[in-house]
């Protein structure tokens, strides 16, 4: 059983940051990482997504509109962790964040337990 492990998350004001990350029992440089979102009541949503070290579609990361700058995805391989610096969050940041990890060939989806960020206003 793969386990991605979440942490980071927390009680913040507006205007603070946070840096999420994700680490598992497999190697993460070769999958696509993604940071996703789930506020209650809504649907969750995509965050972030930092490619594998096999992708071939051109792109090294891609943001969701509404983090407009505020939000750095990174790897370090050597620690095995993918992180998520979030920088002037809001409230409507409030979410429980997971990330997830996807095989080149997308047949292999794993998922974390979820960490929850909280911003205060």
């Known amino acids: 059983q793969v386990r991605l492990v979440e942490s980071g998350g927390g009680l913040v004001q507006t205007g603070g940051s946070l840096k999420l990350s994700c680490t598992a029992d497999l190697t993460l440089e070769y999958y696509a990482i993604g940071w996703f979102r789930q506020a209650p009541g809504k649907e969750r949503e995509g965050v972030s997504c930092?490619?594998?070290?096999?992708?071939?579609?051109?792109?090294?990361?891609v943001y969701g509109d509404f983090v407009k700058g505020r939000f750095t995805i990174s790897r370090d391989n050597a620690k095995n962790t993918v992180s998520l610096q979030m920088n002037s969050l809001k409230p409507e940041d409030t979410a429980v964040y997971y990330c997830?990890?996807?095989?080149?060939?997308?047949?292999?989806?794993?998922w974390g337990q979820g960490t929850q960020v909280t911003v205060s206003s």
């Open positions: 930092i490619f594998g070290k096999f992708s071939t579609s051109g792109r090294t990361v």
């Open positions: 997830n990890a996807v095989d080149r060939y997308g047949l292999l989806v794993y």
